[in-house]
C-alpha cells in the first residue's frame, strides 16, 4: 500500500495566501526561500490553492478575484484539501462542490470523527500557537515531556485522531510527542537547519509514529472477519499478501512495538501474529502475564 502525500500544512498554505493578500503577486523563488521548500513542493502547494490562485506569468502567482456569477471550489476546496476529504468521499469534483451548501443544509450526509481530546487544564491552543511559530523560525525548544527535560528541534503538529502530536527530532532522532503531555516549553533564540531526508519522511507518511526505522509485521485475519481489513486499512501500511478461503495474510509496517500492539489485542481472539518472531512472543507473553494476573 502507498501512503498518500497530502500533508500539506496549513501554516504553509495560510501564509502563502497572506502573501498574496499582502504583495498581490509572489514568485515561486520567494516562497522556496521563506519557507525552506523544494520548488517541487512550492509546485504542489499552488496546485493545492489553484482553485483561488493563478499564474501570472514568470513564475509569479496572484489571488484570483471572484466576479460576480462567478462559482467554483473557490476557499471551501482549500479547506477541504488540508482536512483530507478525499479520505472521506470516492468524488471531490465540481458537482461535490457545487451541492457543498446544500448538503450541509439538508444534513442526510454526516461524517462522524472521534471525540475531542481531554486535555483538562492545559492549554492545547497555547502549545499550538507556540510550536507553529518554533516551527516556521526553525528554532530549537526545551521541553519537559514525561518528567524529563528534552531539547528539540520541532518539524510539524498532526492531529490524529483528534489527539495532537509534535514531530520533531531529539539528537537527530525522528520523534513524536503528544501535546497533553508536555509540561512546560521554552522556544530558544537557537535555531536549527531542517533535514531535507525528515522533510521528505514526514511528507510521505501521515502518521505519529512516522520514524526512519520501521519493521515488517506478518498477520493472519480468518475470513470471518476479513471484510474488515479489505474495505479499510486497519493496520498502519497494510498490504495483502495472500487470500485464500480461510483468511488472508496481510504485511503491515510499524515504528515501534506499542504502535502494533494495542491494535493486535483488539482483534483477540481473531488474528495471529506471524512473523516477527520477537514481537509473535511478546503478543503471547503479554496475554499469558494477564492471564496468570488475573486468576
Same mark, same amino acid.
Given at each position: ?20 493578500? #499582502?504583495?498581490?503577486? $509572489?514568485?515561486?523563488?520567494?516562497? @522556496?526561500?521563506?519557507? +525552506?521548500?523544494? %520548488? *517541487? &513542493?512550492?509546485?504542489? !502547494? ?53 451541492? #457543498?451548501?446544500?448538503? $450541509?443544509?439538508?444534513?442526510?450526509? @454526516?461524517?462522524?470523527? +472521534?471525540?475531542? %481530546? *481531554? &486535555?483538562?487544564?492545559? !492549554? ?172
Amino acid at each position: 500500500m502507498t501512503i498518500p502525500t497530502r500533508s500539506r500544512s496549513a501554516e504553509r498554505l495560510v501564509d502563502i495566501l497572506l502573501e498574496l493578500h #499582502l504583495h498581490g503577486v $509572489v514568485t515561486r523563488q520567494a516562497l @522556496m526561500h521563506k519557507f +525552506n521548500i523544494t %520548488e *517541487r &513542493t512550492v509546485y504542489r !502547494d499552488l496546485n493545492a490553492l489553484s482553485p483561488i490562485v493563478e499564474r501570472c506569468g514568470d513564475g509569479q502567482y496572484r489571488l484570483i478575484h471572484t466576479r460576480p456569477g462567478q462559482s467554483g471550489p473557490g476557499l471551501h476546496h482549500v479547506i477541504a484539501n488540508f482536512l483530507n476529504v478525499d479520505d472521506f468521499f470516492p468524488a471531490t469534483g465540481r458537482e461535490f462542490w457545487d451541492k #457543498l451548501e446544500s448538503r $450541509v443544509e439538508e444534513n442526510h450526509i @454526516m461524517i462522524l470523527g +472521534n471525540d475531542a %481530546e *481531554r &486535555t483538562g487544564p492545559k !492549554d492545547i491552543h497555547g502549545l499550538l500557537a507556540a510550536f507553529e511559530k518554533a516551527i516556521k523560525g526553525q528554532q530549537v525548544c526545551q521541553i519537559l515531556y514525561k518528567g524529563k527535560s528534552r531539547k528539540i528541534n520541532p518539524y510539524k503538529v498532526i492531529n490524529k485522531k483528534n489527539i495532537w502530536y509534535l514531530q520533531a527530532t531529539e539528537e537527530k532522532r525522528l520523534k513524536s510527542f503528544s501535546l497533553s503531555l508536555i509540561q512546560w516549553l521554552d522556544i530558544r533564540s537557537e535555531t536549527f537547519t531542517p533535514d531535507n531526508d525528515t522533510l521528505d519522511l514526514l511528507e510521505k507518511n501521515l502518521d505519529p509514529w512516522v520514524s526512519e526505522e520501521t519493521f515488517e509485521v506478518d498477520v493472519f485475519i480468518p475470513t470471518s472477519i476479513a471484510h474488515y481489513f479489505t474495505r479499510r486499512d486497519l493496520l498502519p501500511g497494510q498490504q495483502i499478501l495472500a487470500q485464500e478461503r480461510q483468511g488472508i495474510t496481510l504485511r503491515c509496517h510499524a515504528a515501534h512495538e506499542n504502535q502494533i500492539l494495542p491494535l493486535l489485542f483488539y482483534w483477540l481472539p481473531n488474528i495471529q501474529v506471524l512473523e516477527p518472531a520477537w514481537l509473535k512472543q511478546k503478543f503471547v507473553g503479554t496475554l499469558e502475564n494477564y492471564l496468570a494476573s488475573a486468576e
